[in-house]
């Protein structure tokens, strides 16, 4: 059939297929990036130099992906000439593939600090806790932001803002504790530490920047 | 006059002027931020207040120029639905506008450690001549930076490349001092440090990522 005699319901149809898959596969980074992160965390307080290994192989896998995505979004973009909301919605998902893409480097950084102090643990037992719940916090705000860009759904967009305020009160808990004049690790130790707890920060940081662009994307105003 | 009477070259002769007009804006945003990293490096290697209030205050005016580039870029595109070709060099300057706001972030950080420890300096004294080196390194990435862009010179992309080794080196510099046995200022100036470090870093990691940017607009391939 050719292009001009193809109904209209039918080419809006297949753009709205398209749309779908790249919606479906910002769902899909946030999985990987999702499993990145809890593997990491894992990695960086078991000491596991493996898990590390594989965190850090997983890494080009996100990487491939996205930009396989961002290949397909702007292919899109050159054959469907959309109107400017959905032009803006296809701008949007370049940047939430950047901000998911980088979340899987905050986990490659943390399995490298795993790599770097085996056999040894980055990380020392009285903040294990600490950085479990940093871990967690990180896994459930990624989960969250997936059902966001799945479901559009503004309430839970808001959700995780304060989600993230939990991960900025564990970032301050874990400097009050370096700088404590009880802290008896050393210099070293707090320097990994600083880091790790960066990445974490930084990563959090990101998946807010996603829901916020869903929020901005189904409101039309800014989150914050 | 209708657009379908517009001579064709015409057409092209605006679209190209809006083009040029990008790039002189992503030139723009290299010279804001060259300067926003120079001045929060004097503000924290002399712990002047006021310097870094004023870096912290320009943060939002290169937030709002990289929010109107950005309008701007996604307008060109809506507008003159541009070829394949075209439209990936307007998408690669939303994704340079981007780092280039990122690079400001990093001098916002660094004056926010300056203004967290003022009336001390964050920065002791022995480490002053190496944090002058990595400010003095950051300018000089960014310069070429946006030379890379207006020039689309590919031998200087690469050169961005190399600044950049300087740039890790003396960060490898930096925290091989924090963890030296030697160290005498304990684990809190050894936090802001690591963090400092980590911020130039960074700054110089986003002006590498826009230079590799027009080297593969200008080649099609990658610079590394």
Redesign the interface.
């Known amino acids: 059939m050719l292009e001009y005699l193809r109904p209209m319901a039918l080419i809006r149809s297949v753009f709205q297929d398209e749309l779908d898959g790249v919606s479906q596969s910002l769902v899909d980074l946030t999985e990987m990036v999702s499993l990145s992160i809890a593997k990491a965390t894992e990695a960086v307080l078991t000491a596991d130099l493996a898990l590390a290994e594989e965190v850090i192989a997983t890494d080009d896998q996100i990487d491939n992906y996205q930009h396989e995505l961002d290949a397909r979004i702007?292919d899109i973009?050159?054959r469907q000439?959309p109107?400017?909301s959905d032009?803006?919605a296809l701008?949007t998902a370049?940047?939430m593939s950047?901000d998911l893409e980088r979340m899987g480097d905050m986990s490659h950084h943390v399995a490298k600090i795993a790599r770097l102090r085996h056999p040894d643990a980055a990380v020392p037992t009285e903040l294990i806790q600490m950085f479990q719940a940093m871990g967690n916090a990180a896994e459930k705000i990624t989960n969250k932001t997936g059902l966001v860009i799945a479901t559009r759904n503004t309430e839970m967009a808001l959700e995780v803002e304060r989600d993230d305020d939990e991960m900025d009160k564990l970032h301050r808990q874990l400097?009050s504790t370096?700088?404590d004049p009880n802290?008896k690790h050393?210099?070293?130790p707090?320097?990994d530490l600083?880091?790790l707890g960066?990445y974490y920060e930084r990563y959090a940081d990101h998946a807010v920047s996603v829901s916020r662009r869903v929020y901005f994307l189904v409101t039309g105003k800014y989150a914050y």
Do not use: D, P
């Open positions: 702007i973009i050159a000439q109107v400017a032009l803006r701008v370049l940047r950047a400097i370096l700088v802290w050393g210099v070293e707090a320097i600083t880091l960066r």
